[in-house]
């Protein structure tokens, strides 16, 4: 098999040729990120966000981190860092998964069928077992507001400016309003 690093280059290599926008941090090959689009006919279709990878070494033995820059409402994803709950990356990664399959397959199956019972995000969780109809109505909202093509370039030049790290670089420009747009509390 190949070395780390050369089957790093080739994953992003396929992901870039691909109909993603891959759009490299700091001029390096470990950190970029991906334009993703909602799935259709889900109540994310039409929404655009920006997704940061952040490649470790020892990829693809070591899973990526993904995290999303742009807000997003869903139970399994935290909306301040934007980081992800899904077990395929977080806990049964293989390196026989390739990148293409984190945003062909596990960010669009994650949307698509949502785990209450798992959050990240109690009170997206809450409402989607509550009512459904109202979850569904607050995830186009957050489509609506902070899921347009211009929301997701605007989280990245944001960002490219500042040099952040760690959580910092998902949560850049999320503090605005967020008591305009906060849940309800779990009772």
Known sequence: MSSPSKRRDMDVM???????TVEPINDGINEFNVEFHGPKESPYEGGVWKVRVE???????????????????HPNVDELSGSVC?????????????????FEVFLPQLLLYPNPSDPLNGDAAS?????KAEYDKKVKEYCDRY????????????????????????????????????GHADP
């Open 55 to 73: 490649l470790p070494d020892a990829y693809p033995y070591k899973s990526p981190s993904i995290g999303f820059i742009n807000k997003i409402f």
């Open 127 to 131: 409402l989607m077992m509550k009512d």
């Open 147 to 182: 899921a347009k093509k211009q929301d997701a370039d605007n989280s990245v030049s944001d960002e490219s400016d500042d040099e952040v790290s760690g959580n910092e670089a998902y949560s850049d420009g999320r503090s605005e309003s967020e008591d305009e747009v906060a």
């Open 86 to 102: 899904l077990d395929v990356i977080n806990q049964s990664w293989s390196p026989m998964f390739d990148l293409l399959n984190v």
């Open 14 to 20: 396929k992901l870039m040729m691909s109909d993603y």
